[in-house]
């Protein structure tokens, strides 16, 4: 049971915080069509604008759903600031844009929350125990919220009518608005999504964790991994390259020290790169 307490379940509670910010990333390349840069610092802003909500006397989870619609509108105004005006443009242009959008997120949160580590709970959390299977609360919440939102946006993107024009937009963007798909509303909705996502894993990277500025870069790598290895333009692809990340981080520290743990993410991209670019599940090509 060593084995499952100390490995095998943070890996799982890691690598669906990795899924959440994963199917942002995939859900950007998939519609929009380049990779999103300042995806890990909009995820730090979410989880400091939940943290200031807690202080201000907020449950955690109450304050969760306030994040992601505060972050759904920061990503829709820095579409509209900064990304809209350069569609036109090569995508490296947007890539680099977005670059600049995470040095200036960062240094909005370095600024308003300061760079000291901070906690959304003091104390030591005794684990309860499962049959011999060690889950403390906020694991537990964590992982039946990434059920609920994976399960909540597949039915959206599947069943629902923006949902399928998202669908629409991502296969063939020009067939899509002869089809009448408004692409800019499309577009729009994309950016409240993923803000909300960017915020939902920020937050439950912290909760679990610890917060600092500088948190964002640190996950950013590993959740681009995530959604290469499922398969870019995949939600399920997004989620099982985030569950494999996950457990391969905790799975490094048997022949890696624990401060290289942070590699196995960059060696997963590189591998799944060079052998099948398209991911585990057939997605799109970076």
Known sequence: MEFINFHLVPGIVLGSVYAVGAIGITLVFGILRFAHFAHGDMATLGAFIA????????????????????VAVVAIVVDKLFYDYLKARPKIMTVMASLGVALMLRAVVQVVFGVDPRTYATGIVRPDDYFGIL????????????????IGLTLFLRHSRWGKAMRAMSDNPDLARLSGVDNRK???????????????SGFMLGINNELHSMMGWQVLLPMFA???LG????????????LIVGIAEEMSIFILPA????????????????????GLLNGKVL
């Open 135 to 150: 889950l403390r609360d906020r694991e537990l919440y964590t992982l039946a919220a990434v059920v609920l939102i994976v």
């Open 51 to 70: 943290l200031a909500l807690v202080t201000a006397g907020l449950t955690p989870w109450a304050a969760l759903p306030v994040a992601m619609a505060a």
């Open 226 to 228: 995530a959604a290469i």
């Open 259 to 278: 401060q290289y743990k942070a590699a196995t993410a960059f060696v997963l991209l590189l591998l799944i790169l060079l052998v099948r670019p398209r």
């Open 186 to 200: 499309v577009t729009m909705l994309t950016w409240a999504i993923v803000g909300a996502l960017c915020a939902a």
């Open 231 to 242: 398969g870019v333009g995949r939600v399920e692809g997004a989620v099982l390259g985030g």
